[in-house]
């Protein structure tokens, strides 16, 4: 990514950003940073991460995906 700020080159950020702020961001109105960094925290680790089905990863959520990924790296030991 040499460029700064060229979408073309740091899409896939600027898609997860654009989610954050359509799911999360535009939905709530923060009287305080301290309560806007808990609420996007509490929604990328409790929602997100967790919950949230993603379809690049055939529609389950990261953290499924990724202990799918290490049982299947451990059966192939």
């Given amino acids: 990514m040499s460029k700064k700020a060229d979408c073309d080159e740091n899409a896939l ?3 997860f950003f654009g989610t954050v702020k359509e799911e999360c961001v ?3 109105t923060f ?3 301290s309560e806007a960094r808990q609420t996007i925290f ?12 993603h379809s ?11 202990q799918r990924a290490k049982q299947d790296a451990q059966s192939d030991s």
């Fill in 31 to 33: 009287r305080t940073r």
């Fill in 13 to 15: 950020m600027e898609s």
């Fill in 42 to 53: 509490e929604y990328l680790e409790v929602f997100y991460n967790r919950t949230r089905r």
């Fill in 26 to 28: 535009y939905r709530h």
């Fill in 56 to 66: 690049a990863l055939g529609q389950v959520s990261p953290v499924i995906y990724e």
